[in-house]
């Protein structure tokens, strides 16, 4: 069983930044899909950034393009959202989710709170 624990959330002013990890149990990072995600207060839970297993190339949202940066590092199974520019709207719960893809199985962190405020 997969297990992803998220660190780094907190509370940030506008304009800050914050650099979130998800450290997977096992060596499994490297061979699979990573993503970050984010789900606001009232609001259906939506992809912020992902990583391919192979290529390493990236997607990010509209919203995250310019100012968040997905990276893994397999040597610590673990994949980070380095978050700068941070916005009132980037407050959310951030989930990080694993995807093997040779059976499409997700698994889910339990998230970690960011919240954007002066």
């Known amino acids: 069983q997969v297990q992803l624990v998220e660190s780094g959330g907190g509370l940030a002013q506008p304009g800050g930044s914050l650099r979130l990890s998800c450290a997977a149990s096992?060596?499994?990072?490297?061979?699979?899909?990573m993503g970050w995600y984010r789900q606001a207060p009232g609001k259906q839970r939506e992809l912020v950034a992902a990583?391919?297993?192979?290529?390493?190339?990236?997607t990010y949202a509209d919203s995250a393009k310019g100012r968040f940066t997905i990276s893994r590092d397999n040597a610590k199974n673990t994949v980070y959202l380095q978050m700068n520019s941070l916005k009132p709207e980037d407050t959310a719960v951030y989930y990080c989710?694993?995807?093997?893809?040779?059976?499409?199985?997700?698994?889910w962190g339990k998230g970690t709170l960011v919240t954007v405020s002066s």
């Open positions: 990583v391919s297993a192979i290529t390493g190339s990236t």
């Open positions: 989710k694993l995807r093997t893809p040779w059976n499409d199985r997700d698994y």
């Open positions: 096992g060596s499994i990072v490297s061979i699979s899909i």
